[in-house]
């Protein structure tokens, strides 16, 4: 498939860009093509949520960061971007002075460098899809929107004086130049790019009302597990998916849960047998020479997969993906699975790697050998709840973390 787009300005070249690299690395970590079955679930328990955000502090830090960005004067879309990005590297030499816990402080590995470099994704590329969905960010125009903000307020009056009194008066052009119209802004406000001035990842109370409240009144969290878990102060929360008793959930979204753990279950068990075939075509030793633990945890896993009755078809319903070539795929595989038609789950897996990773395909590439202490997505899905579990704690939930059997 070939992409292409007709370039408008900076901001859509960067949006375009980066929707091809989520692509591309999205089919580097997904051997059989199963990534929008996947991230569907995940958007349906929790919308503006992803793997890359590490803690919810940004989600109030970010606007107050566009809001400052409106005070320069640009002579140029371009210009925008750069400001942000200047304003960033403030941003997290703050937070990183200031914060106790220094971990998942994005950009703090630029600390000091003397470079205009900065890193891959930053702030603005991770949250801002998030600050959408929540509806804080009412754009996708950021930039342009930031500019014409800059360029009014530069070109409307600052001050009104009235005739009859010699005291000067706030002019209200601001409200007609739609200086907040882009984004809302907490009552809250961190002078960050002053470093004397305190800003850490601790949530402030003001912080936690500016955030949950969107997300409690955001349309796209409706009927979702991150709204019930935002609006449930007192629930306990399980360090691992699924994270939530399903008793105390809302009917739909204890199916939708349910659901999505019975799909994790289902590829894990699909995920081993493409490990069995793995090692089978490109161990060390050769053709045959098979993982006999991945082989022994796959048959047990397919015993309790066919005494569960899981029903794949019924369990992807829940789930809405433009292609339909995915589902299609794990409703052969269940059918192979269900008359233990192992051969012809071999080759199915064979035949779906080649076609969803081509020449980048494991199985049959002599430019891969199968590694035994690295199976291939040796894991079962978790749907972001990692991420979602942390945002929990910031919040002050109860987060339960199981302990494992040594």
Not at 48 to 60: A, N, W
Not at 336 to 354: G, H
Request: charge should be negative; charged fraction near 30%; glycine fraction near 4%.
């Amino acid at each position: 498939m070939k992409l292409g787009y007709i370039h408008t300005n900076q901001e859509e070249q960067t949006k375009i860009l980066q929707v091809v690299k989520m692509l591309s690395e999205s089919v580097a970590l997904d051997e059989l093509g199963i990534g929008r079955i996947r991230d569907a679930f995940s958007d349906l328990m929790f919308p503006g949520i992803s793997t890359l955000q590490k803690h919810l502090k940004y989600f109030s830090l970010m606007p107050q960061l566009y809001k400052k960005a409106t005070e320069k004067r640009y002579n140029r879309l371009e210009e925008v971007k750069a400001e942000i990005i200047r304003l960033e590297r403030i941003m997290t030499e703050n937070l990183y002075k200031w914060s106790v816990d220094k971990r998942g402080i994005t950009g703090s590995e630029m600390i000091s460098k003397q470079t205009s470099e900065y890193v891959k994704y930053d702030p603005a590329y991770i949250y801002n899809s998030g600050l959408q969905t929540f509806g804080i960010l009412r754009t996708t125009q950021l930039y342009q929107l930031i500019f014409s903000t800059s360029r009014k307020q530069y070109e409307a009056p600052q001050k009104l004086k009235t005739e009859d009194s010699d005291d000067e008066t706030a002019n209200d052009a601001s409200e007609s130049i739609g200086l907040f119209q882009f984004c809302d802004f907490p009552s809250v406000e961190y002078n960050f790019t002053d470093m004397s001035n305190e800003t850490s990842l601790t949530l402030t109370p003001a912080d936690k009302e500016f955030i949950t409240s969107h997300i409690l009144e955001a349309e796209a969290c409706r009927d979702t597990l991150l709204r019930f878990i935002v609006d449930n102060e007192d629930i306990e929360l399980k360090g691992s998916f699924p994270g939530v008793s399903p008793e105390i959930l809302p009917a739909k979204i204890a199916h939708i849960q349910t659901c999505a753990q019975q799909f994790a279950d289902f590829i894990y068990l699909v995920h081993l047998r493409y490990n069995v075939v793995y090692s089978r075509h490109n161990s060390e030793a050769g053709h045959g020479k098979v993982d006999e633990k991945i082989l022994a945890e796959f048959e047990e896993e397919l015993d309790k997969y066919l005494r569960s009755g899981i029903d794949i078809d019924k369990v992807l319903e829940v789930v809405t993906i433009r292609e339909n070539s995915s589902k299609w795929f794990c409703h052969n595989v269940a059918r192979d699975l269900a008359n233990r038609a192992l051969d012809s789950l071999d080759k199915r897996i064979i035949d779906r790697e080649r076609r969803v990773k081509g020449s980048r395909r494991k199985i049959d590439n002599p430019s891969y050998t199968y590694d035994p202490k690295q199976p291939i997505q040796h894991y079962r899905l978790s749907y972001r709840w990692e991420t979602v579990c942390t945002f929990a704690q910031e919040l002050g939930r109860r987060v339960i973390t199981e302990e494992k059997n040594l």
